[in-house]
């Protein structure tokens, strides 16, 4: 996990300050967050718990349920491997396999280096291309295996 301090910004602070007394205001303030930082980061979550008056557990009750919210900081590149019925069956979970092998990472984790973020979803509805990996976005689709190291440069060479 993440040790990585950040710095709650004043926009931030004001926002949670705002919908302090509103219904529903933990997961509005937890998209903030994660707005702001791209995950969910532990000191932030502290401060939150106590600037919303709620146990800290409840806010870890919440990120953990969603899996929209991430508690690491994610790559620069993120690479989505379909996990919906047509990519599955062409072999997405293959694929998945090589790319964490290739980057030496788990499903969900992130390079030492900062680069990549290996994730499983659910179709991306483009089945015709399947087995389908989007990396920022950008569609590659009907691949093998062989292509995962030529992904993984053309990304790592821009930078
Ligand atoms: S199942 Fe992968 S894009 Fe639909």
């Given at each position: 996990?993440?040790?990585?301090?950040?710095?709650?910004?004043p926009?931030?602070?004001?926002?949670?300050v705002?919908?302090?007394s509103k219904?529903?205001?933990?997961?509005?303030?937890?998209?903030?967050?994660?707005q702001?930082?791209?995950?969910?980061?532990?000191?932030?979550?502290?401060e939150?718990?106590?600037?919303?008056?709620?146990?800290?557990?409840?806010?870890?009750?919440?990120?953990?349920?969603?899996?929209?919210?991430?508690?690491?900081?994610?790559?620069?590149?993120?690479i989505?491997?379909?996990?919906?019925?047509?990519?599955?069956?062409?072999?997405?979970d293959?694929?998945i396999?090589?790319?964490e092998?290739?980057?030496?990472?788990?499903?969900n984790?992130?390079?030492?280096?900062?680069?990549?973020?290996?994730?499983?979803?659910?179709?991306?509805?483009?089945?015709?291309?399947?087995?389908v990996?989007?990396?920022?976005?950008?569609?590659?689709?009907?691949?093998?295996n062989?292509?995962?190291?030529?992904?993984?440069e053309?990304?790592?060479s821009?930078?």
């Open positions: 996990m993440s040790c990585q301090i950040e710095t709650m910004t926009e931030l602070k004001a926002f949670i705002e919908w302090k219904p529903g205001n933990l997961i509005m303030v937890l998209h903030k967050v994660q702001t930082y791209g995950y969910i980061p532990r000191n932030i979550a502290i939150t718990a106590e600037l919303l008056e709620v146990p800290l557990a409840k806010i870890y009750g919440v990120v953990t349920f969603y899996n929209f919210f991430k508690l690491e900081k994610a790559g620069k590149y993120i989505q491997v379909c996990m919906g019925t047509a990519c599955y069956l062409r072999g997405g293959d694929l396999k090589e790319f092998r290739q980057l030496g990472v788990g499903l984790a992130t390079t030492s280096d900062g680069m990549f973020t290996v994730e499983a979803v659910r179709c991306l509805g483009c089945c015709g291309l399947a087995p990996a989007v990396v920022n976005g950008n569609v590659h689709g009907k691949l093998a062989s292509d995962v190291a030529k992904i993984i053309q990304y790592r821009l930078g």
